[in-house]
């Protein structure tokens, strides 16, 4: 469908790289559902220099999620070369992407992130520099601007251009808006018309609809999911499926959610192990869970699971009690 570099998507949707989300397990399962393109949560280029055994764990990368983005966040050129050209060399990573969206303070104060918002010379420097030292195709996710008195999306996305990079996503937030008030999706179509190479839109795109809007209307050539995918893979498979037919799928029942999220479960113990996976998995299972009546209480009940099989279990009784009453409706009806 459409091409950054030489790597070919087969389809406009993109995972956007959450921090704290987009491991293997994830991706992987985002992945069966039907996104084009994967990307791994941002790393540190200090803490891949350093070897950093957390850090050399999330570089790793299932074949299957493949085409896969690799995203490195930094604020000194030679550490962010340096990193660049390591997972160029040393990851089946399709793609290498620098991060300059992220809002959090303890990365902008390390002049990361969505600080390089504020000077379109050192986009062009810094990605200018990690493109002439690596083999694979360099991409860029930045927001629209630092606040609203500083929306540099064009300039920058320019300089991008201009340093060689492939592509730009673009988040329709400013820094200072964080993850709050709405996308500003005129700023994103500016974007793409002042640049020439692939533009992908994000921010606000919570339904296929959506997703349809900001490819007519914006113009992007690909959609960029977040949030809408937390605890949601369908949201992918129902966004590609309405793209290419204009068919709307059904939601899925609370079986098949409470399936994937077991899959989901599995894959991140295979990738950590049991007491770090099921902890972390408490988090997704809120998400997996959201929209089913007598959620709080399972929740609460999942906050407290510390083994595979305590947090199975309560997923299960959480299925055949909504079944149940699914059941016993029906036949009052």
């Not at 070919?8 to 790289?17: F, G, Q």
């Not at 991008?160 to 964080?178: D, I, K, L, S, Y």
Request: with cysteine; charged share 30%; net charge negative.
């Amino acid at each position: 469908m459409f091409k950054i570099g030489d790597i070919e998507l087969k389809n406009r949707i993109v995972l956007a790289p959450m921090a704290g989300v987009c491991n293997s397990a994830f991706r992987l399962t985002v992945k069966e559902f039907g996104a084009g393109l994967v990307c791994a949560e941002m790393v540190s280029d200090k803490a891949i220099l350093f070897k950093n055994a957390k850090t050399m764990n999330m570089l790793y990368i299932d074949e299957r999620e493949k085409p896969l983005s690799l995203q490195i966040f930094g604020g000194e050129k030679e550490n962010l070369v340096e990193a660049a050209k390591f997972v160029d060399k040393n990851t089946t990573a399709d793609i290498i992407d620098i991060n300059m969206g992220c809002p959090v303070p303890k990365i902008t104060k390390c002049d990361a992130g969505a600080k390089w918002l504020l000077d379109p010379n050192k986009i062009y420097e810094m990605v200018s520099a990690v493109v002439d030292a690596v083999d694979k195709p360099v991409t860029v996710k930045m927001r629209i601007g630092w606040d609203d008195e500083h929306i540099f999306a064009v300039k920058n996305a320019q300089a991008v251009e201009r340093a060689g990079a492939q592509a730009v996503a673009v988040h329709g937030r400013t820094r200072v808006q964080m993850y709050e008030g709405y996308a500003n999706w005129d700023i994103i179509k500016e974007v793409k018309q002042s640049v020439n190479i692939p533009v992908i839109g994000n921010g606000d795109v919570q339904t296929p609809q959506d997703a349809k809007r900001m490819l007519d209307e914006v113009g992007v050539d690909g959609v960029m999911i977040g949030r809408a995918a937390l605890g949601n893979p369908w949201m992918i498979y129902r966004t590609v499926k309405f793209l290419e037919t204009g068919e709307l799928m059904d939601e899925p029942n609370v079986r098949e959610k409470m399936d994937v999220c077991k899959l989901h479960l599995d894959r991140l113990i295979a990738l950590k192990n049991e007491n770090v996976a099921v902890r972390e998995m408490r988090k997704h299972a809120a998400w997996y869970l959201k929209g089913i009546r007598g959620n709080a209480t399972a929740r609460n009940q999942i906050n407290l699971a510390n083994t595979r099989d305590e947090f199975v279990e309560l997923i299960d009784n959480l299925v055949e009690d909504v079944e149940a009453k699914q059941a016993d409706a029906t036949q009052v009806g």
